[in-house]
């Protein structure tokens, strides 16, 4: 019955690969339902380290079969290759499936990714630009082209042909670029379908399957609630769903599966690309955290833009995917700071409100007002009790409960596995 959801809570990059990898240990199955190769997920465990864009962060248990839902938009180029690095290092690949529905990244998305970029100039939304937008695109206006497709490619060559004089036309005529080649797009569908074969499947067959079996899915979120293409910071975000409800689609799995939602947030606030971020420090405190934290992008090494933790995007979050408990991480990042200081209310047009709104214009012009804490001098890296926290450590996580309304199951101490303190049940 059971399925569990983590999801980020932020705008991504809150550390759902280490907490994934962290929680597999005791599932069955993980799945990725949405986004595609422009999510990073960090793991580091006994194999080493590892940045994984496609391949769901339970690869690394041999009891969890990993899934790559229909939500998921496949760079097949970037699975494979993530297919032959893991299995360099050792690890058994013969558990993933890929779901036969999921829309694949052409070579004309990336292209197009960048050209869309290129074109909205100083609106530039500061995409990941691994095409991951314009598969979406594609997936909706019913022109996309699906893993299932590459194994029947005598169906699939009119169907691209079709789909590829559009692609090039806006190519050419818009963007006044040279075309690309049907034959070489084709061709290179038919080395992805030789090699992506043997993993391509009906998942939600076995989802449903492991589900009734009683057997415990993990649902990994990729990207952050506000990214989402409907709650997010619209139109700064992301083309899914990386919200709760987004699994149910990306997976095909009833709702009432979903038994635990648990949100993952770093203990203060990062943001990568383009769109409003209230908290965003521009001083020396901001590149102090993004110095002791080395926050640059997983899958672009961009920097990534840095604040004190947001507490009116974290309720928000929290309520939009009704989280039944927090995991919080890089808690160690804030050591040692004299004080630390949460958002808890946003003070706009000479009011005080607690609700995040839903117009960027109006987000721009938001100031954070905070509440300031006494900081912690003793170190909290690596640790996993919480009665070793320090006391205003402990305060700090006491207030972000607070301010997100909802209690904590686990925090994160540390990037490695094992640096994990269980607060409360999760799965
Ligand atoms: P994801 O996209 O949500 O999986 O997060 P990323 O992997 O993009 O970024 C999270 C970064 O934080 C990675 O470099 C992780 O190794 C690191 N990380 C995760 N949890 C912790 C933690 O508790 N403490 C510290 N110091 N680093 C962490
Ligand atoms: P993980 O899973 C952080 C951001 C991009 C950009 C916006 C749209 O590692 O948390 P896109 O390429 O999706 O069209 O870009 O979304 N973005 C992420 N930011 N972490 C991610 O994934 C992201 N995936 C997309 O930076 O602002
Ligand atoms: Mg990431």
Not at 46 to 52: N, T, V, Y
Request: aromatic share 8%.
């Amino acid at each position: 019955m059971p399925a569990y959801a983590v999801i980020g809570g932020q705008w991504g990059d809150e550390g759902k690969g280490k907490v994934v990898d962290y929680l597999a240990q005791r599932a069955d199955m993980v799945a990725r339902f949405s986004g595609g190769n422009n999510a990073g997920h960090t793991v580091i465990n006994e194999l080493g380290e590892f940045k994984l864009h496609l391949v769901p962060a339970g690869i690394f248990w041999p009891q969890v079969t990993c899934i790559i839902g229909n939500g998921v938009v496949v760079d097949v180029d970037v699975l494979l290759g993530e297919i032959d690095e893991l299995r360099g290092r050792g690890v058994d690949v013969s558990r993933l499936w890929v779901s036969d529905r999921a829309h694949l990244i052409m070579p004309y998305h990336t292209l197009l990714d960048a050209l869309e970029e290129g074109a909205r100039g100083q609106g530039a939304l500061g995409t990941t630009g691994r095409g991951v937008g314009p598969a979406y695109v594609d997936k909706v206006a019913r022109i996309g082209i699906r893993v299932g497709d590459l194994l029947d490619l005598d169906r699939l060559y009119p169907r691209l042909e079709y789909v590829m004089r559009q692609k090039n036309a806006l190519l050419t005529k818009v963007y006044e670029r040279p075309p690309l080649s049907l034959e070489e797009v084709f061709e290179q569908c038919r080395r992805w379908a030789t090699r992506l074969a043997p993993f391509i499947g009906q998942v939600e067959y076995a989802v449903q399957k492991a589900l009734h079996e009683d057997k415990r899915v993990l649902l990994e979120g990729a990207q952050g609630s506000l990214l989402d293409l409907d709650y997010g910071t619209y139109p700064y975000v992301t083309s899914s769903h990386p919200t709760v409800g987004g699994a149910a689609i990306g997976l095909g799995l009833s709702p009432r599966h979903i038994q635990e939602i648990a949100g993952v947030f770093k203990a203060y606030t990062t943001r990568v690309g383009s769109g409003p971020l209230p908290t965003e420090l521009k001083d020396s405190v901001g590149e102090q955290i993004r110095k002791i934290a080395r926050e640059f992008g997983a899958t672009t090494g961009r920097p990534r833009r840095c604040g004190w933790f947001d507490g009116v995007a974290a309720h928000y979050s929290a309520t939009v995917n009704d989280f039944t408990s927090v995991i919080l991480t890089r808690l160690d990042v804030l050591d040692n700071f004299p004080s630390v200081k949460v958002c808890v209310a946003y003070e706009v047009d000479g009011k005080e409100t607690d609700q995040f709104p839903s117009d960027v214009s109006v987000l721009e012009r938001c100031r954070p007002v905070y509440k300031e804490i006494p900081g912690w001098h003793l170190p909290t890296a690596g640790m996993t009790r919480l009665e070793d926290l320090p006391e205003e450590a402990l305060a700090y996580v006491r207030l972000l409960e607070k301010v997100i309304a909802c209690p904590m199951s686990f925090i994160s101490t540390g990037p490695h596995r094992h640096e994990m303190i269980q607060v409360n049940n999760f799965l």
